[in-house]
């Protein structure tokens, strides 16, 4: 290679990098620091061309990417994940000879290790690494993307011999693997990285919950059915502990507020009673009404 950069030391020192980077912005990567990576102190930038970016000095594709659309919509979508749950991966355009398709080709016929950017938010990413392409459907102009190392076992081809218990469970597993930690960062982006009811604002100590339960019909991992909750106040939501009505006052429950105990259950939740969430300013990002009124009936039954 003229530059000198050998595939694999790229590869392992981008994983690397994003291992870091997520560490220090677990609410999603943006793209200004994302395009801080150097290899061999020479910068490589990591977002450059929305979908398939393969630097110059290498052979196959090193990243693909997801665009951020609304919270409503979360990818990948449904048409997305194939029977056995690889992700479905869009070719550039629809001529398969396109230099983005056949990058991506070279990748897949070289085992090479990729990077999947998913958008949480204008110019802030998710990462999913490492991801392999491990088949292509010419037919459907997509190439199928494995998003984890147990994954990549999976041939395409045999998926269809499967049961289809177990293909549903494989595509179950895809969903979590890429739906939650998506799920959470559009959460915390949408709340600009903030308890919706203390308002602490340490990413770290947040989590994104559900207000329809994930279990539950309805409680789909998007936007307007989240909240952003630091973890006290996520599992005393999730316990029923508190409540928030449908517009948005906290409600504590009535043996809560009569206990007598030290300075967390008197600050931190005895005193939220009544407390207006902080919910984004963004309409579309805003907790969906039906949604904390049916949850609220459950906190209801349980006071
Ligand atoms: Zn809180």
Redesign the pocket.
């Known amino acids: 290679m003229v530059t000198g950069l050998v595939d694999a030391q790229v590869r392992a020192a981008m994983f690397g990098y994003l291992q870091d980077l997520t560490l220090r912005h677990p609410e999603g990567l943006p793209s200004s620091e994302l395009n801080k990576f150097a290899v061999g102190g020479r910068p490589l930038k990591l977002v450059v061309q929305p979908g398939i970016w393969k630097p110059a000095e290498l052979s196959g594709a090193l990243t693909i990417r997801t665009t951020y659309t609304a919270p409503n919509q979360l990818p990948p979508y449904e048409d997305d994940i194939s029977a056995g749950g690889l992700v479905k991966y869009a070719y550039r355009g629809t001529d398969g000879n396109h230099s983005d398709n056949r990058a991506l080709r070279t990748a897949m016929r070289e085992e090479l290790p990729l990077a999947y950017f998913i958008g949480v938010a204008q110019g802030v990413y998710q990462a999913q690494f490492p991801v392999y392409v491990v088949g292509e459907r010419a037919d459907e102009h997509a190439f199928l993307i494995a998003v984890d190392e147990a994954q990549r076992l999976i041939d395409p081809e045999l998926v269809a011999s499967l049961t289809p218990d177990r293909r549903s469970y494989m595509e179950r597993l895809t969903r979590i693997r890429l739906h939650q930690p998506v799920f959470r960062a559009r959460v915390l982006q949408a709340y600009e990285s903030r308890?919706a009811?203390?308002?602490?604002r340490h990413p770290d100590l947040l989590d994104a919950a559900h207000i329809i339960r994930d279990a539950d019909e309805g409680g789909l991992p998007v936007v307007p059915n989240g909240l952003s909750?630091?973890k006290?106040?996520h599992a005393a939501y999730d316990r029923n502990f508190l409540g928030v009505t449908p517009d948005l006052v906290v409600k504590v429950r009535q043996d809560i507020l009569d206990e007598v105990d030290g300075p967390m259950l008197r600050y931190?939740i005895q005193a939220m009673a009544g407390e207006r969430l902080t919910a984004p300013r963004q309409r579309a990002a805003q907790p969906d009404r039906d949604n904390l009124d049916q949850r609220y009936r459950e906190f209801l039954a349980a006071s």
């Open positions: 308890c009811i203390c308002r602490l909750l630091c006290i106040h931190g």
